[in-house]
């Protein structure tokens, strides 16, 4: 690095083995703490809709003003953005009687549009270069649609198509661990195979989520809500804190030769 080069700490972190394992715990309580929240507290979809987007819009707020990257805070901000995505989808379909075809494409054309607007405003769509306020807000939009997309399509997996929850997280790991084959054997770009990935873990955790939480009647393992969500809130804050002292997470780009 030259003299004159200035470092800027990114605001997202660096795409590591433990990004990816928090992402799909986030993912997960995401759908359980949602149907916490709706059923077992009685707040009802409306209820736990407006509680849940007033959180996210202090935390994230928070997030936006910060000058650099803090685990707890973005992490925060990743779970809080994955209930209200889970529940943005729940009251299109329960409550508006939206079908679960049509909230696909809505949302997979809203996340298009995203990308579409961020790259020709950013010529990137790379989160190894969120450095700026515009640049974030695309990206937490981005993350905003591809939680509700991802809670669309493992619902329509799950129970539209009735694959069940263990076959529907076989189909979504798969199709995951074909982006990886494709990204670290065939070379394929790596900002396109992170975006699929990144979207694909939604329905994964959706779908172990459900199974874990689940009446067995239902094809789940009947742990519940409330443990299920226990055990994974648990997991994230423990690797939280492991990266909030190791500081592995922590992505420098430089001045010169950014995406």
């Given at each position: ?8 700490l990114?605001?997202?972190p660096?795409?590591i083995?433990?990004?990816?394992i928090i ?27 407006v509680?849940?987007?007033?959180l996210?819009a ?5 997030q ?14 990743v779970?809080?953005i994955?209930?209200?995505g889970?529940?943005?989808t729940?009251?299109?379909?329960d ?10 494409i809505?949302?997979g ?5 995203t ?6 405003s950013?010529?990137t ?7 700026t ?32 929850y263990?076959?529907?997280a076989?189909?979504?790991g798969a ?10 054997v ?24 459900d199974?874990?939480s ?14 299920t ?28 030769g950014?995406?």
């Amino acid at each position: 690095m030259g003299k004159n080069e200035i470092q800027t700490l990114n605001k997202v972190p660096a795409v590591i083995i433990y990004f990816w394992i928090i992402k799909v715990l986030a993912t997960t309580v995401g759908e359980t703490a949602a149907d916490f929240l709706n059923l077992n507290l009685h707040f009802g979809l409306t209820g736990t809709s407006v509680a849940m987007s007033f959180l996210l819009a202090a935390f994230l707020s928070q997030q936006i003003r910060s000058r650099r990257y803090v685990p707890w805070l973005y992490w925060v901000n990743v779970v809080l953005i994955s209930i209200v995505g889970t529940l943005i989808t729940d009251n299109l379909v329960d409550n508006f009687g939206v079908a679960l075809e049509t909230t696909n494409i809505a949302f997979g054309i809203a996340l298009a549009a995203t990308f579409v607007a961020w790259y020709a405003s950013e010529r990137t769509l790379s989160i190894r270069a969120i450095y700026t306020t515009r640049r974030e807000l695309f990206y937490w939009a981005a993350v905003l649609f591809t939680f509700a997309l991802g809670t669309a399509a493992g619902d329509l997996a799950a129970e539209g198509l009735s694959l069940g929850y263990v076959v529907s997280a076989l189909v979504f790991g798969a199709l995951i661990a074909g982006s990886a084959i494709a990204y670290y054997v065939v070379g394929a770009n790596s900002v396109a195979t992170f975006w699929i990935a990144y979207i694909l873990t939604r329905p994964l955790g959706a779908s172990v989520g459900d199974y874990l939480s689940q009446p067995i009647a239902d094809g789940g393992l009947g742990l519940g809500t409330v443990l299920t969500s226990a055990i994974f809130l648990a997991a994230i804050a423990t690797l939280v804190a492991y990266l909030t002292v190791t500081r592995r997470d922590v992505l420098v780009v430089p001045s010169r030769g950014r995406d």
